[in-house]
């Protein structure tokens, strides 16, 4: 059986080299970043191929990422010998096709999240990913990466705020293409609050509701922004402010509310200017600032083996609760979420 890639295990044809060969699919924004951070940023990894549809994309990735070969088809990147593992960063549609490939490959994936669009693709992997019988898949929910929420879970765990009873959270962004369909809120930005919020809690999301204000005059028609509450197995309440058209800068933020206390995640840098009556932050205009520690420390602890991402039974729930919330967003009524029976999970 083919094993994930341990601390220190050389990759299957690397002649004894420690270095992790990644291959890329998908080299737009999240693929070339990722490329940029395994050459220049995560030890023991270099990117050893690439693939995109645009292969003038995916060569001027491979270019800036020490001479990556940019293979012409995406299946033959993942059954080369010289990959070791694959990071998929494509369109969300093509994540299902290319994690059963990896799985049938044998070869561990980091996938960008969603694992897939509907919760039907993402139990096709949780079955495939069972029936090789050890973890290969990881998925992007870098969150569980960043400084700020790792502190904030452990001020949970360590019991400094006592019992949690409701968290606030909120994610904006300056602007979204128009004409985007209300439920892309839920399904590209809302779902990170999704699995930050199981994470926090370990707890499962067993109802969601959906509110609407009068959609910004700035969306283009979108339902923009939207208010999801969501309830936890043992009654803790999230909502989660979500509005891609706040036009100010890129922003997320949340309060965890317990009985003893709060804990405020605030937006970053620590730097701020006082000048001309004026108390002022810098934002970032996207995500990719805000969460660069990160997507640092994911690609880190993916390549070292460590496992602490978000596995794909983890993909699957924020799925099939973000399917919930969409449910709840069309029929403006609450929605019970019952998620099956959790398979045994996969041994690391
Ligand atoms: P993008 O549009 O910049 O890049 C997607 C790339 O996939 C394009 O270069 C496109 O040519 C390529 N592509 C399309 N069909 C393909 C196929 N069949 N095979 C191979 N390549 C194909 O999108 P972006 O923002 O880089 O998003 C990529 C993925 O990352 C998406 O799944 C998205 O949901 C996710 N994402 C995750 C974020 C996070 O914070 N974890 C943030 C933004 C996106």
């Given at each position: 059986?083919?094993?994930?890639?341990?601390?220190?295990?050389?990759?299957?044809?690397?002649?004894?080299?420690?270095?992790?060969?990644?291959?890329?699919?998908?080299?737009?924004?999240?693929?070339?970043?990722?490329?940029?951070?395994?050459?220049?940023?995560?030890?023991?990894?270099?990117?050893?191929?690439?693939?995109?549809?645009?292969?003038?994309?995916?060569?001027?990735?491979?270019?800036?990422?020490?001479?990556?070969?940019?293979?012409?088809?995406?299946?033959?990147?993942?059954?080369?010998?010289?990959?070791?593992?694959?990071?998929?960063?494509?369109?969300?549609?093509?994540?299902?096709?290319?994690?059963?490939?990896?799985?049938?490959?044998?070869?561990?994936?980091l996938c960008e999240k969603?694992?897939?669009?509907?919760?039907?693709?993402?139990?096709?992997?949780?079955?495939?990913?069972?029936?090789?019988?050890?973890?290969?898949?990881?998925?992007?929910?870098?969150?569980?990466?960043?400084?700020?929420?790792?502190?904030?879970?452990?001020?949970?765990?360590?019991?400094?705020?006592?019992?949690?009873?409701?968290?606030?959270?909120?994610?904006r962004n300056p602007a979204?293409?128009?004409?985007?369909?209300?439920?892309?809120?839920?399904?590209?930005?809302?779902?990170?609050?999704?699995?930050?919020?199981?994470?926090?809690?370990?707890?499962?999301?067993?109802?969601?509701?959906?509110?609407?204000?009068?959609?910004?005059?700035?969306?283009?028609?979108?339902?923009?922004?939207?208010?999801?509450?969501?309830?936890?197995?043992?009654?803790?309440?999230?909502?989660?402010?979500?509005?891609?058209?706040?036009?100010?800068?890129y922003e997320v933020r949340?309060?965890?509310?317990?009985?003893?206390?709060?804990?405020?995640?605030?937006?970053?840098?620590?730097?701020?200017?006082?000048?001309?009556?004026?108390?002022?932050?810098?934002?970032?205009?996207?995500?990719?600032?805000?969460?660069?520690?990160?997507?640092?420390?994911?690609?880190?602890?993916?390549?070292?083996?460590?496992?602490?991402?978000?596995?794909?039974?983890?993909?699957?729930?924020?799925?099939?609760?973000?399917?919930?919330?969409?449910?709840?967003?069309?029929?403006?009524?609450?929605?019970?979420?019952?998620?099956?029976?959790?398979?045994?999970?996969?041994?690391?």
């Amino acid at each position: 059986m083919t094993t994930m890639l341990e601390p220190g295990q050389a990759g299957a044809a690397s002649g004894g080299s420690a270095v992790k060969r990644i291959g890329i699919i998908g080299t737009g924004i999240m693929g070339a970043d990722h490329a940029r951070l395994l050459t220049g940023a995560v030890s023991g990894a270099s990117v050893g191929g690439v693939f995109d549809v645009d292969a003038d994309r995916a060569g001027g990735v491979a270019a800036r990422s020490g001479g990556a070969r940019v293979f012409a088809d995406p299946h033959t990147l993942i059954d080369d010998d010289d990959i070791d593992a694959v990071l998929i960063a494509s369109s969300d549609a093509t994540h299902e096709e290319y994690v059963l490939a990896c799985v049938s490959a044998g070869k561990p994936v980091l996938c960008e999240k969603p694992l897939a669009p509907s919760a039907g693709a993402c139990a096709r992997i949780l079955e495939a990913e069972a029936a090789h019988g050890s973890r290969l898949i990881t998925v992007g929910f870098m969150r569980r990466f960043d400084p700020g929420y790792t502190a904030l879970k452990a001020m949970l765990d360590d019991g400094a705020v006592g019992a949690p009873l409701m968290i606030h959270h909120v994610h904006r962004n300056p602007a979204a293409v128009p004409g985007l369909p209300g439920s892309a809120l839920i399904t590209n930005s809302a779902v990170h609050e999704l699995d930050i919020t199981r994470w926090l809690f370990g707890e499962e999301i067993v109802e969601v509701a959906v509110h609407t204000p009068r959609p910004s005059t700035r969306a283009g028609g979108t339902r923009d922004p939207q208010l999801l509450v969501l309830t936890t197995e043992s009654g803790i309440l999230a909502d989660v402010e979500i509005f891609v058209n706040a036009r100010y800068g890129y922003e997320v933020r949340c309060e965890l509310v317990a009985e003893e206390g709060t804990v405020t995640l605030d937006a970053p840098p620590p730097t701020s200017l006082r000048r001309g009556g004026l108390h002022a932050r810098e934002l970032p205009a996207d995500w990719r600032p805000r969460f660069a520690e990160a997507y640092r420390l994911e690609l880190q602890d993916w390549v070292d083996g460590t496992h602490r991402g978000a596995s794909a039974w983890d993909g699957f729930a924020a799925t099939f609760v973000a399917e919930a919330c969409v449910a709840a967003l069309d029929s403006g009524e609450r929605r019970t979420v019952r998620l099956p029976d959790r398979a045994p999970p996969v041994s690391a």
